[in-house]
């Protein structure tokens, strides 16, 4: 063995003379701090963030309104003992909601125009403008004549404005043919005392024979065609359709009348003739030359 030495040889002891030995001991200066881990941020917790920011944001808008408030109301004390009332000064969103809300209800408040009163309102504005076009017409006339002391034979702008004049007067005239029956019946009804009406359906051929009339409370309206002619009557009623039947029909007709239902009416036809009751108002066709068909009555009928 190395190791082996004779006895009385003396053999220190290895640990006495062995070198020093580091400390094993942690040294806690070089030791990293410890850091802590971020907070997992939940859902919940972004939208109570987000809640108290948009609270805080209110609170200062009305703090700030509070404020411009009490500067607008403010007055010295010298020219007023009682305290004034903050004014309420609403946000603009609310505003703007209360604005449409009062635009919608006054819409729905506004009349719905029939079909007569948009028919009438197109003729009265037609007829103003044309009343416009004839002022205009004159005044570029008078203009024309003092501005440049021509001779108005000799003057384009005076030609044009006699063209212009001419195909007005010419649109009136045809706007004034195409409502005259429907004038015509409004003179006779304010007479008679009756709400009648122009039939929107006649007869090809057949055409309106002069003017509506009044007659001891009737509306009267005849329409030819060359030799065939018939007569519609309108007059006011307390009767419905049985009491139509049972006081006239059955009566003046008997029971070869026949009857014909259409879009709510009960029509009662004897040959060419026909009697309905519609609104409260009597009708009555009259067929002199015994011209028009069963359904042309019909058709007349509905038409009303």
């Known amino acids: 063995m190395d190791d082996f030495r004779p006895r009385g040889t003396h053999n220190p002891s290895a640990s006495a003379h062995r070198g020093a030995q580091r400390s094993?001991?942690?040294?806690?200066?070089?030791?990293?701090?410890?850091?802590?881990?971020?907070?997992?941020?939940?859902?919940?917790?972004?939208e109570r963030e987000a809640l108290a920011r948009r609270r805080a944001m209110v609170e200062k808008m009305r703090r700030e309104q509070a404020v411009q408030a009490r500067k607008r109301t403010i007055q010295p004390l010298e020219t007023s003992k009682k305290p004034t009332q903050p004014v309420v000064i609403k946000h603009?969103?609310?505003?703007?909601?209360?604005?449409?809300?009062?635009?919608?209800?006054?819409?729905?408040?506004?009349?719905?125009?029939?079909?007569?009163?948009?028919?009438?309102?197109?003729?009265?504005?037609?007829?103003?403008?044309?009343?416009?076009?004839?002022?205009?017409?004159?005044?570029?006339?008078?203009?024309?004549?003092?501005?440049?002391?021509?001779?108005f034979w000799q003057s384009k702008?005076?030609?044009?404005?006699?063209?212009?004049?001419?195909?007005?007067?010419?649109?009136?005239?045809?706007?004034?043919?195409?409502?005259?029956?429907?004038?015509?019946?409004?003179?006779?009804?304010?007479?008679?005392?009756?709400?009648?009406?122009?039939?929107?359906?006649?007869?090809?051929?057949?055409?309106?024979?002069?003017?509506?009339?009044?007659?001891?409370?009737?509306?009267?309206?005849?329409?030819?065609?060359?030799?065939l002619k018939f007569t519609v009557t309108q007059e006011k009623t307390t009767w419905d359709s049985a009491?139509?039947?049972?006081?006239?029909?059955?009566?003046?007709?008997?029971?070869e009348a026949v009857i014909l239902r259409e879009h709510g009416l009960t029509i009662y036809v004897l040959g060419?003739?026909?009697?309905?009751i519609n609104g409260g108002i009597l009708y009555k066709i009259d067929d002199i030359k015994d011209g028009l068909t069963r359904q042309q009555l019909r058709d007349i009928a509905v038409s009303f």
């Open 92 to 151: 603009p969103m609310v505003a703007n909601a209360e604005a449409k809300m009062k635009a919608r209800a006054e819409a729905a408040r506004a009349p719905i125009m029939s079909a007569q009163e948009q028919k009438d309102l197109a003729i009265k504005r037609a007829l103003a403008q044309m009343d416009r076009m004839d002022t205009v017409v004159e005044e570029e006339v008078i203009e024309e004549v003092i501005d440049k002391k021509r001779h």
């Open 272 to 276: 060419s003739d026909a009697v309905w």
């Open 243 to 255: 009491a139509l039947y049972n006081n006239f029909v059955m009566r003046e007709w008997g029971a």
């Open 24 to 46: 094993t001991t942690l040294n806690r200066k070089f030791v990293k701090k410890p850091v802590a881990m971020p907070k997992v941020r939940t859902r919940a917790d972004v």
């Open 157 to 227: 702008r005076f030609v044009l404005a006699i063209s212009m004049s001419a195909v007005a007067v010419l649109l009136l005239g045809y706007f004034v043919h195409l409502n005259m029956p429907d004038i015509s019946v409004r003179v006779a009804a304010s007479r008679a005392g009756v709400d009648g009406s122009y039939p929107s359906y006649i007869p090809r051929g057949y055409s309106l024979d002069g003017l509506v009339a009044e007659n001891n409370g009737k509306i009267e309206m005849t329409f030819s065609n060359a030799a």
